[in-house]
């Protein structure tokens, strides 16, 4: 750890271990999906979508656009309504000009400064951003060590990594140029870039990382279920985890992983209810045409689907709608008759998480 460093780790002092933090998405997970899901409960921390850094250090404006949560009043400064801290994430190859947007984000109030070096997106790739970096573990380094130096000594600096770009031979040296550039905590994204996000994640690779370091890593990717959580801590050795695409599929995935440990009670949300919860995106989409807003309507059904076989039912109804009315009429009328219409016995089991 940075001897720069005085602030506190969130890890520390967490009764309900597990600790999960909310992956950031890009093009999904904004501040109205964050304050949805962190008011559902069991997440501990998020991280906006990457804000990406080329050529200037950003007015003030751009980081708000990406944290709205930065303007909160009082102790809700750079927490969601329901007080979970957001972290801003930032994206680039340049030391420098990281440095100057992390001081400046630092600045309006951010929690902590994350580096994305695990985006595996070409149009990022192409412009020396995200996963692309992680062939030069000595650019990593300079990154780190530039932002840190840049930053309050109170603020935390994290980085969020991949296995590798095309294989994993440099996991554990791009690992320790990130630590040694002095950040506070590490997320490693089991898999590659080539990888992509297809199954399975090598969450046995995370334990190798974590025995080199003394820096806290959490473990991120294909966790699901609070079976697969459980199966991730044992095979990463970390009881910190980051999830992204499974708490958009499974609201209440959080709670549902801390139960399962024994650290709270907790009744499953049911799928009609995870769906309850997408109405509360609608007043936030009200001012997009009607395609864009049945667009990202569907986009949240269809991660529901991931992991409902009832919701995938439901979006098979509803997925050619484009018009908001005929989306909503189509839409509750699909839960009604599928709740009157119950699976086979079996047929989640069978169904679940088949594909993807």
Known sequence: MSASFTGTLPFQHQPDRPYIALAPMEGLMDHNLRDILTRVGGIDHCVTEFVRITHQVYPSRVFRRYCPELDNPGELRGKTAAGTPVHVQLLGSDPQLMAENAAKVAELGAPAIDLNFGCPAKTVNSSQGGAVLLQYPDLLNRIATAVRAAVPAHIPVSAKMRLGFKDKTLAITNAEALAAGGIQWLTVHARTKTEGYKPPAYWDQIARIKEQLSIPVLAN????????????????????????????????LGLRIKADHGHLQHDNLSWQQHLQLMYGLVPHLAHLPDKAQTDRLKQWLHYFSMQSIEVRAVFERIKRQRETAAFFKALEQAIVDVAAQPPEEGAFAAYQHKGF
């Not at 970390?238 to 958009?248: A, H, K, Q, T």
């Open 221 to 252: 990717g294909e966790i699901w279920t609070p079976q697969q959580a459980r199966q991730c801590m044992t095979e990463s050795g970390s009881d910190l985890l980051m999830i992204g695409r499974g708490l958009v599929a499974v609201p209440d």
